[in-house]
């Protein structure tokens, strides 16, 4: 068929030219413009053609009103029969036969072939990218650009070739018309082009920066509408549809505010241009009937200057917008061209072989790697792995494990040493060869949007049926998957997982359907790992056969036991994004804070991800002076509360007798605070929540209270280390966020007669610091800030307190115990992660105790 000859002119799978495309727009486009090169000199020339048979229509007007006048009429078929029958042939062969070419080659060949072209090389491009170059960025994003930039190139270029060529053509043709009617009438035309393009250059970077404008104001005010409707149930909660309105109404203003500003634009440019048009009109018509007066141009000369006039008035709008289309189409290529365009870091070598397995012989030699901080995690490691040794990698998290892992399957390259499988060096092996020798069960549950055939046959496509159901009984998962079904109806290995498809569980959610023991559900920003130990020593105490773990220590189905009368859990956000109903006889989320703004889209994600842990719970502890720890959902479930506040029916607080301070419940007091081993405000609140915990699974008080006194904390959470020229220092390297360090800070600062010393510092996530200002003016004498966003504390901190700057842990005690006086306390509570310069918190606070150990 014709449209299937079309349809087959641009090969979509073809090889890309080159490894990498050009990182220029300019290039960019004579990349992919010069493999469909033929189909669009083809659509030129169709275009040329096609736009002269246009403008001969009105000189065929124009020379049969000229025919009709000095012809007479009995004369006139037989006289001009033949030209006749060639206009008609130009009108009705010759005419739809060249606007069907063009649109052939732009629906049939261009739009579908070149689009899916330029889609495809892309993609196989991104593809050969390093695992960090899509860590670095949104998955979404990177496919967005891939997918419009293959649009917005073909638009611009076919743009330019079906209008601007047109145009082109049609004025070039009027002039030379005119030009043969009488010279004086390319006057007005020329002069309208010269101020049209002027338009142009004027007109159409304003409209387009002011589109701009409005699309950004327009896309605030829809994230502050989706963001309460979203969060309908915190916005009821709170009761605060008033401030909800004045928030949408402030971007709706300025959404309205930059509409017009775009609006004003656009009005001008329409209105110069229908002025413009109309001088045309009235110059180039005037100026023909004064020449016809004069006898000096025919009547169908007339007619062939309004009318050509007039179909280029009625173009003129629509080439300035197709103009602005094109600049908007280039902009669109130059952002995807950030994602299209990086460069590959992990490349194979030219000529590089695949991996030949005689024993599996595994030998790390020298390596260094870092994450291109300068800082190593992993430096000079030798490692030998004899063929067929099982291993076990461990340390705490960020030690580096995964990262060992991942370079073994060269996800990243090492930037020292080599690492040899069978003595061949796996960067001068191909990759997909390396990673088709290496098994690997990661540690989340993402699957790819396919069906759970497709993702059990990932590994090994070819696999028979036989292997499939071998795989499956030793997963243990016959039985669900049979049962298995999504939204579409589609049933055990055909239905799909992913965002419309079935829902698969985590291991805490599976945890919960075979924990046959009641379960204390932890979670929160700050002090989670304190209260989950602290109830655990309390369950101990009271002579429970208690299993403690979940993001602490065991993990989740580690912990399954017959044997088990309690399990006491700390669960993270990420645990419990995968975890749709916990059924916790008591749960709580003991604080909330801004915390992995790197991963969520902002605290209101990261809050709804904290409250899955209240799904299916029989009781909840609420934390009564953290509004955002109260549950959005199980209202009327038996309720205990628990703050620094004065304790109220159901609830822990502090009481205050003679000059004494207790830890109390409801009404009765329960011990002194002085008893307590730990000090600072956050471990009394520590202490109320894992008594409000506890006291809901029936722990007596005296146990609890007897664990109290025994208490003296984590390590590396609001530790003391040693006093030294009456200064005491406390290490607080797993306050890894602000809501930890505030919790230190205010804490601490209110238990002691001095003031604070804060060292602080490191990688903060993407947080905001500015909530530190007011604690650390308050509670701190000085700070001292190190690591990579210590500029961003100092700039929120601004003048609130004495600033110095340090680049070691060893400096900044050094930097402390000088500006610390008697009475103060030297505390390290950084509001930051700790990678940019130590492998994990734990090696943070180590470095730091050694530092004061040497103090003298």
């Known amino acids: 068929m014709l449209y299937r000859r079309f349809e087959k002119l641009i090969d979509i799978f073809k090889d890309a030219p080159t490894p990498a495309p050009p990182n220029t727009v300019f290039a960019f486009y004579m990349y992919y413009l010069r493999q469909v090169w033929p189909t669009f000199l083809a659509l030129l020339v169709v275009g040329l053609i096609g736009a002269l048979i246009e403008v001969s229509l009105f000189n065929y007007l124009s020379r049969i009103i000229d025919l009709a006048q000095t012809t007479p009429p009995k004369d006139f078929f037989s006289v001009h029969g033949p030209e006749l029958i060639w206009m008609v042939v130009v009108a009705l062969l010759l005419r739809p036969i060249f606007v069907g070419l063009h649109d052939l080659l732009v629906h049939q060949t261009i739009s579908p072939g070149m689009t899916n072209l330029i889609r495809w090389q892309n993609h196989s ?27 917005s190139l073909r638009d611009s270029a076919v743009q330019s070739v079906d209008a601007l060529w047109h145009v082109l053509i049609y004025a070039i043709s009027a002039m030379v018309l005119f030009a043969e009617a009488d010279w004086r009438l390319m006057i007005p035309l020329g002069t309208w082009i010269v101020a049209f393009i002027l338009s142009l250059m004027y007109f159409v970077p304003r409209v387009k920066q002011r589109s701009v404008e409005s699309s950004d104001a327009r896309s605030r005010l829809m994230g502050r509408i989706v963001d309460g409707y979203t969060n309908i149930t915190t916005l009821k909660l709170f009761a605060h549809t008033n401030h909800e309105q004045q928030y949408a109404r402030e971007a709706m203003r300025d959404q309205t505010e930059k509409s017009q500003l775009a609006g004003r634009v656009v009005t001008s440019m329409d209105t110069t241009i229908t002025t413009m048009n109309g001088v045309l009109i009235v110059t180039t018509t005037g100026l023909a009937l004064w020449l016809w007066t004069q006898s000096m141009i025919s009547v169908g000369a007339i007619a062939l200057a309004t009318g050509l006039v007039i179909r280029i008035v009625n173009m003129s709008g629509w080439i300035m917008w197709v103009v602005n289309g094109i600049f908007e189409n280039i902009g669109t290529v130059q952002d995807g061209l950030e994602s299209i365009s990086q460069p590959v870091t992990v ?117 028979t049926d036989e292997q499939l159901w071998e795989s499956i009984r030793k997963a243990r998962a016959e039985e669900f998957i049979p049962q298995l079904s999504d939204s579409e109806g589609r049933t055990g290995f055909d239905a799909h997982v992913g965002e419309r ?62 044997d088990v009368e309690l399990y006491v859990m700390e669960l993270s956000s990420f645990q419990l994004e995968t975890t749709d109903q916990l059924n916790a006889e008591v749960a709580t989320v003991l604080n909330i804070s801004e915390d992995h703004m790197d991963r969520y889209s902002g605290l209101p994600a ?6 899955r842990i209240f799904r299916g719970a029989r009781q909840v ?23 620094l506040n004065k304790p109220d029916f159901h609830g822990f607080g502090l009481r205050e007798e003679n000059g004494e301070k207790y830890l109390a419940f409801q009404f009765e007091n329960l011990m002194p605070v002085r008893e307590l081993k730990v000090r600072g405000a956050h471990n009394q609140a520590n202490a109320l929540a894992a008594l409000a915990l506890g006291h809901a699974v029936g722990l007596p008080f005296d146990a609890m209270l007897a664990s109290l006194r025994e208490f003296t904390g984590l390590e590396h959470r609001c530790q003391w280390l040693r006093e030294h020229d009456g200064v005491h220092y406390y290490n607080d390297s797993k306050a890894t966020n602000v809501g930890a360090a505030l919790a230190a800070i205010e804490g601490l600062g209110s238990d002691i007669d001095g003031k604070l010393v804060l060292i602080a510092g490191g990688d903060g996530k993407g947080a905001d610091f500015s909530a530190l200002r007011a604690p650390v003016a308050e509670h701190c004498r ?75």
């Open 782 to 856: 000085a700070a001292v800030l190190l690591g990579r966003d210590a500029e961003l504390i100092a700039q929120a901190l601004g003048d609130a307190v004495t600033l110095v700057r340090v680049d070691t842990v060893q400096a900044a005690v050094e930097q402390s115990a000088r500006l610390a006086q008697r009475g103060d306390a030297v505390l390290l509570s950084p509001a930051c992660a700790s990678l940019d310069m130590f492998k994990n918190y734990e090696e943070r606070g180590r470095v730091f105790a050694q530092a004061v150990e040497c103090l003298s």
């Open 347 to 463: 490349n194979d070598q030219p000529g590089a072989l695949p991996l030949k397995i005689e024993n599996g012989g595994v030998r790390f030699d020298g390596v260094d790697f870092h994450y291109g901080n300068g800082n190593g995690i992993i430096h000079n490691l030798n490692l030998d792995i004899k063929p067929g040794e099982k291993i076990g990698l461990i340390g705490p998290s960020g030690a580096g494990k995964s990262t060992l892992v991942n370079l073994l399957l060269r996800m990243y390259d090492v930037q020292g040493g080599r690492i040899l499988i069978d003595g061949q060096d796996i960067s001068e092996i191909t990759q997909e060869s390396l990673r088709a020798q290496i098994g690997m069960i990661t540690q989340d549950t993402s699957l790819l949007h396919r069906s759970i055939r497709e993702n059990l046959l990932y590994g090994n496509p070819d696999a």
């Open 125 to 151: 491009y991104v593809l050969k990218q390093s695992v960090n170059f899509f860590q670095n960025d949104f998955a979404g994003r990177i496919a967005q650009r891939i997918m419009q930039t293959g649009n």
């Open 501 to 562: 498809g079935v829902k698969l569980s985590g291991d805490i959610e599976l945890f919960a359907r075979y924990a046959k023991a009641p379960v204390i559900a932890i979670t929160g920003s700050n002090a989670k790992s304190t209260v989950t130990t602290l109830v655990g020593e309390m369950a101990v105490a009271a002579g429970k056969r208690v299993a403690v773990g979940g993001n602490l220590g065991t993990p989740a189905l580690d912990l399954l036991s017959d």
């Open 606 to 611: 990261y809050h709804l991800a904290k409250h």
């Open 621 to 643: 502890v609420v934390n009564r002076q953290d509004a955002l720890s109260r549950p959005l959902i199980g209202e009327g479930l038996p309720c205990w509360t628990f703050g």
